[in-house]
């Protein structure tokens, strides 16, 4: 596609239900990130995919949270028994991979846990 | 992890002014990003930065990546209202995966 697309755009929940973000990146893009924004905060990083490597779950905030890459290219980020702290907005960004790297943006998914 | 330091937090400035805002770490960078955000969206790519002293310009935004690797700096020449949002540095290390944002500096321009 032309840009980098996530759906759902907003998500309520129940404390304790598992939600499934996903993200469609820029076609031919071989990295993908996932990142939470809090709030008025920066942007954190929380998982990265690129090509067939073994994805960098460095940033993942605990076991509740998952993600997968299909395909090498649409990815699903799944979290467990949510919590109310896990509202944020949750944002993918694709790129090429390459040395002179550029991330695109999605525009997110607003995730308000109740 | 890494600790972006952006500043300023936030500016107040009237339209046709000149604004600038800086990024500093504590570590090397190999590569600095420059993003602008509105509400409800996702960052917005504004300048890419590769070599250390690199000056780069997009329209009235230019950007620099500091000779030291450890800072970058954003000036928007003669504001209009619609560059409100807020702005973002990101860089990364040169080894390593992820990309270290800003808190940002949030930008109103007065008409």
């Known amino acids: 596609g032309a840009g980098v697309s996530q759906s759902p755009s907003n998500k309520v929940t129940e404390k304790g239900k598992d939600v499934e973000l996903r993200c469609d990146p820029i076609s031919g893009h071989t990295a993908l990130y996932w990142y939470r924004q809090s709030l008025g905060q920066g942007l954190e990083f929380l998982i990265y995919f690129q090509g067939n490597s073994a994805p960098d779950k460095s940033g993942l905030p605990s076991d509740r949270f998952s993600a997968e890459r299909t395909g090498g290219s649409v990815s699903t980020l799944t979290i467990q028994r949510t919590q109310q702290e896990d509202s944020a907005v949750y944002l993918c960004?694709?790129?090429?991979?390459?040395?002179?790297?550029?991330?695109?943006f999605g525009s997110g998914t607003q995730l308000s846990v109740l | 992890g890494q600790q972006l330091n952006q500043s300023p937090q936030s500016m107040f400035i009237q339209e046709g002014e000149d604004v600038s805002m800086n990024c500093t770490s504590s570590s090397i960078f190999n590569t600095w990003l420059w993003y602008k955000q509105e509400p409800g969206e996702g960052p917005v790519l504004l300048i890419a930065?590769?070599?250390?002293?690199e000056l780069t310009s997009n329209g009235r935004l230019t950007a620099q990546f500091g000779i030291t690797r450890k800072d970058s700096f954003l000036n928007i020449s003669a504001s209009i209202p619609s560059d409100v949002g807020i702005y973002f540095c990101a860089g990364r290390l040169p080894t390593g995966n992820q990309f270290y944002f800003g808190t940002g500096t949030s930008l109103t321009v007065i008409p």
């Open positions: 930065l590769y070599k250390a002293g």
């Open positions: 960004a694709s790129s090429l991979g390459a040395r002179n790297e550029k991330l695109f």
